[in-house]
């Protein structure tokens, strides 16, 4: 069992930066790949980022490419992503996943093994 909790959501404006933060739980945690995902109510959840706890694979989808950062943390197992010049059409639950054994790449199609329990962030214009 993995336990994710994330951290860090929260009302900005447009243009503003934002830091999410996840903090994983859990048995052989560091045979785990990490990721962000979105999801905005009415739409299926969007692939954000992903890494290997040695941040040594790092991969990023097309949403927020350019505009987000993603770090782990492996002797803390948290994993982190910066968001910079958000826009109104950020606005979502941003969700932390792990899957086991597996590259950055694949968390972009491999349905996640784990997820958090997703923080609220929202842009204004």
């Known amino acids: 069992q993995v336990d994710l909790v994330e951290s860090g959501g929260g009302m900005v404006q447009a243009g503003e930066s934002l830091r999410l933060s996840c903090a994983g739980a859990?048995?052989?945690?560091?045979?785990?790949?990490m990721a962000w995902f979105r999801q905005v109510p009415g739409k299926e959840r969007e692939f954000v980022a992903a890494?290997?706890?040695?941040?040594?694979?790092?991969y990023y989808g097309d949403s927020m490419k350019g505009r987000v950062s993603i770090s782990a943390d492996e002797p803390e197992y948290t994993v982190t992503l910066q968001m910079t010049s958000l826009k109104p059409e950020d606005t979502a639950v941003y969700y932390c996943?792990?899957?086991?054994?597996?590259?950055?790449?694949?968390?972009?199609?491999?349905?996640?093994?784990?997820w958090g329990q997703g923080t609220q962030v929202t842009v204004s214009s």
């Open positions: 996943a792990a899957r086991a054994l597996v590259a950055a790449q694949d968390m972009s199609s491999l349905a996640p093994h784990y």
């Open positions: 890494i290997s706890w040695s941040g040594e694979d790092t």
């Open positions: 859990g048995r052989f945690m560091s045979s785990f790949t």
